[in-house]
């Protein structure tokens, strides 16, 4: 059913399972593809935010490059 509209899921399972349209929810949900190749990115950022970053960073015991894949993928899947 990819690529189907709400109109076209709702009649496929009204029809395959005998639901009711009012019984169906549909939900739409981030999906982040990983690869496993890491990609080299040179991005400029404030160097007080660079500061911030590195703390955070250090608490959490991960790298700079980690802590920001994580709160971009956060970010990506929160719809921002």
């Known amino acids: 059913m990819g690529g189907a509209n709400s109109g076209e899921l ?3 399972l009204t029809s395959a ?4 349209a009012s019984d ?3 939900a ?3 999906l982040i593809l990983e690869t ?3 990609a080299r990115a040179n991005i400029s950022l404030d160097t007080g935010l660079v ?3 590195d703390e955070a960073a ?5 790298t700079r490059s980690a802590f ?3 709160a971009a993928r956060d970010r990506i899947r929160a719809g921002a």
């Not at 399972?17 to 009711?20: E, R, Y």
């Not at 250090?58 to 991960?62: H, I, P, S």
């Open 10 to 12: 709702s009649a496929f």
């Open 17 to 20: 399972w005998d639901i009711s």
């Open 24 to 26: 169906i929810v549909v």
């Open 28 to 30: 739409l949900i981030s």
């Open 36 to 38: 496993g190749k890491l």
């Open 51 to 53: 500061a911030d970053i």
């Open 58 to 62: 250090a608490r959490r015991g991960v």
């Open 68 to 70: 920001l894949a994580t």
